[in-house]
């Protein structure tokens, strides 16, 4: 048997059922439905002199839709599997949602629009203030802020040295990220934030070589910042635990 964050004790086999509940049953179905929703629905952003970009209607797509809701689907699992029934687990869910309908936007747009993200700072922060209230773990609710603006910063940063490597779109997502990294730890906050740096310099460099992305284009950062955060969830305090010791 194995103890989750609250202390109950729950049997593998019941944890694995309940975590294939939770991306089955809630994470797939929402994301299935909001991707193509919000797609037909957010204004399109105002593009440079000689930009353009796939309208996101466009994007709305049954195809989409199946994408979103699968992707959702496991990262709602894992994410349910790893954290039992730690407090902030709502906001995570959610954040496996819209990660699903951001990260499908990105890698056909190359933009993560911010009539989503900013919404999602809301959301996944009220599930955060609602779970330290009901848990009273309000430390971790100062570390998520915290490690928020850290996040935030660390990205506007490299944005402002180098705007053609990192777009401001993944600066409004980092602070996003690293909030909810950050309400479970510094080990996982650091294991995010670092596993998508090194999943997209090496993809990325993979992707040019394979002449998928020319060399002066940007490629989409957003998916692989999703995937760190997400490792980082799952991995970041057994790493850091096997760091210090």
């Known amino acids: 048997m194995v103890r989750d ?14 975590a ?8 797939g179905p929402a994301a299935f439905v909001l991707g193509p929703w919000l797609m037909r629905r957010i204004p399109e952003p105002e593009l440079d002199e000689g930009e353009t970009k796939t309208p996101y209607a466009e994007l709305a797509t049954r195809g989409a839709a199946y994408w979103c809701g699968a992707a959702a689907a496991v990262a709602g699992g894992l994410l349910r599997w790893s954290l039992g029934t730690s407090a902030g687990l709502v906001a995570w869910l959610l954040l496996a949602v ?13 933009y993560l629009p911010s009539a989503i993200i900013w919404p999602s700072y809301l959301a996944v922060g009220a599930a955060l203030v609602i779970g330290a209230a ?13 490690a928020g603006v850290i996040g935030f910063g660390v990205f506007y940063l490299l944005w402002f040295v180098f705007p053609r490597g990192v777009g401001f779109g993944d600066v409004r997502l980092s602070g996003l990220l690293s909030m909810a990294l950050g309400w479970l730890g510094w080990g996982q906050l650091i294991t995010g934030l670092y596993g998508g740096f090194f999943l997209g310099a090496v993809l990325g460099i993979v992707l040019t070589l394979a002449k998928v992305f020319k060399r002066r284009q940007m490629f989409p950062f957003g998916p692989f910042m999703l995937v760190g955060a997400l490792v980082g969830a799952l991995v970041g305090n057994a790493l850091e635990q096997l760091y210090l010791h």
């Open 134 to 146: 009901v848990s009273g773990e309000w430390g971790s609710l100062r570390r998520a802020a915290i």
């Open 98 to 110: 819209v990660g699903a309908v951001l990260g499908y936007i990105d890698t056909h747009t190359r």
């Open 5 to 18: 964050r609250l202390g109950s004790w729950i049997v593998p086999a019941d944890n694995a059922l309940l």
């Open 20 to 27: 294939a509940a939770a991306g089955v049953v809630l994470c």
